[in-house]
């Protein structure tokens, strides 16, 4: 796999066609293994003059914010040096010379920056449910398992497994086992064909880590933010939301049982990073979730609230507090700052992915009171720019109205396999029944005419 990937670093030099294999704008662990291993299988097994190369799509400079990744290169002795980056690769130009073809891994949506490559577009292998079609010829290989590395094993050990040497083998097993939440029954993460490949790995490879110790320190690694600056654990993943002429970053930042989500809330100089944050990528709201695991591997939540629009943030607030489709069951923590508002989530089933139509909502409550009474500060000190309207980039929103930011992406959004957005925390849609509507147009009534009475105020 080195000397493989070290060529790939000197075919760039070339000015000959490349098929691009490119991983997802997440790049957390499976998409980046399942990007170097799957071009590996193809370099290995097509007799052709064709040349593979593995992008990771992100910048090199944001490599350092995936912890896991880092530590796991690092574990199978593969040096960052010779892996190919977004910014390293000019694909539109390629694309624009007639040399480029595009295999999709772990992701079959393009975000709209990218478009034009659609027509690229030789190959998916995924493991989501589909959202968008591809025209023949293009070859669509999509299966709901736990680990798109699950996928490129699969691939591997039924065309080629004798080119499946160690250093391959323990990136697909760590992989899948990170993935698949160490294949825990009660988590239910892990598909039959997830334990099968990693079964198999295991019987080729019987040196291969205990699955037990490299989650471990895999998870460790993940979750470890020390040495990150407050901007660099924000954008670690974060998602932007547009709604209503507001712009709302919502940040879930992973703690170490050993550093207390307290010790976020109580950085030094934080109300100034959280300001400037703002400033720098104009948003008007700014949502962190802290999210660890206790030593019963119990999630545990804390959710807090920048904002210095002082109507904007108690509407936004307000409809957090009284939601009862999910009900959060906010705790108040005391705030040094009047523009920031922290609470202990007591409902830890209620992961990102179910906050954001809260917070859509919120938005939405907030649009009623827009005539905004005199007296009432405005946003101080924090940019409000106009609003990409369209906001959504192609594939990568939730829902309507989500994004990621497409003017500067900080980081793009987490894929649905993640631990804050979907398994193992989420537990499915709550029962829908007669009380359960009546109870939300109630909540909606009360936060319109909570939002109506500070207009009169």
């Known amino acids: 796999m080195e000397d493989y990937l070290q060529g790939c670093r000197a075919a760039l030099q070339d000015s000959r066609p490349l098929h691009v294999v490119l991983g997802n704008e997440a790049c957390d662990l499976d998409s980046m293994v399942s990007a170097l291993t799957l071009a590996f299988y193809l370099a290995k097994t097509t007799e052709?003059?064709?040349?593979?190369?593995?992008?990771?799509?992100?910048?090199?400079?944001?490599?350092?914010?995936?912890?896991?990744?880092?530590?796991?290169l690092q574990k199978v002795?593969?040096?960052?040096?010779?892996?190919?980056?977004?910014?390293?690769?000019?694909?539109?130009?390629?694309?624009?010379?007639?040399?480029?073809?595009?295999?999709?891994?772990?992701?079959?949506?393009?975000p709209k920056s990218d478009a034009a490559l659609q027509e690229t577009v030789a190959e998916v292998l995924d493991h989501r449910p589909m959202e968008q079609e591809h025209c023949p010829p293009c070859h669509v290989s999509v299966e709901l398992v736990g680990s798109c590395a699950t996928l490129v094993t699969e691939r591997i050990l039924q065309g080629a497994p004798e080119i499946l040497d160690r250093q391959t083998a323990a990136l697909l097993h760590g992989t899948i086992i990170l993935d698949c939440v160490n294949m825990d029954l009660k988590i239910g993460k892990a598909t039959l064909k997830d334990r099968r490949y990693v079964e198999k790995l295991e019987a080729l490879f019987?040196?291969?880590?205990?699955?037990?110790d490299i989650f471990d320190s895999l998870q460790k690694a993940k979750f470890d933010v020390s040495g990150l600056t407050t901007e660099q654990m924000l954008r670690k993943d974060q998602k932007t939301i547009h709604g209503q002429g507001t712009k709302v970053a919502v940040s879930a930042i992973y703690m170490d049982l050993e550093v207390r989500a307290e010790a976020f809330l109580q950085r030094s100089g934080l109300i100034a990073d959280l300001r400037a944050f703002c400033q720098a990528h104009s948003y008007d709201v700014l949502v962190a979730m802290t999210i660890l695991f206790n030593t019963n591997n119990e999630?545990?939540?804390?959710?807090?609230v920048f904002c210095p629009h002082v109507a904007r943030r108690m509407t936004i607030?307000?409809?957090?507090?009284?939601?009862?489709?999910?009900?959060?069951?906010?705790?108040?923590?005391?705030?040094?700052?009047?523009?920031?508002?922290?609470?202990?989530?007591?409902?830890?089933?209620?992961?990102r992915k179910k906050l954001l139509p809260l917070l859509q909502e919120a938005l939405s409550a907030y649009l009623d009171s827009t005539q905004i009474p005199a007296g009432l500060p405005d946003m101080v000190g924090v940019s409000r720019e106009p609003v990409d309207k369209e906001g959504n980039s192609a594939g990568n929103s939730l829902l309507p109205g989500v994004s990621q930011d497409e003017e500067e992406p900080p980081l793009p959004p987490t894929p649905m396999n993640s631990l804050v957005d979907e398994c193992p925390l989420d537990r499915g849609l709550p029962n829908l029944s007669a009380e359960a509507i009546f109870e939300k147009c109630s909540q909606i009534s009360l936060s319109r005419s909570t939002a109506a009475s500070l207009a009169k105020k």
């Open 206 to 212: 019987p040196d291969l880590p205990n699955r037990n």
């Open 299 to 304: 999630p545990v939540r804390q959710l807090a």
């Open 317 to 351: 607030c307000g409809v957090l507090e009284r939601s009862h489709a999910p009900s959060l069951k906010l705790t108040p923590l005391p705030s040094a700052h009047p523009d920031l508002q922290a609470y202990v989530q007591g409902n830890t089933q209620v992961s």
């Open 77 to 110: 002795h593969i040096p960052e040096s010779i892996l190919i980056f977004r910014d390293e690769i000019d694909l539109h130009a390629l694309h624009q010379a007639g040399q480029l073809t595009l295999i999709l891994v772990d992701h079959h949506i393009l």
């Open 48 to 72: 052709a003059e064709e040349v593979f190369v593995p992008v990771l799509n992100i910048k090199r400079s944001e490599l350092p914010l995936r912890g896991d990744n880092v530590s796991f």
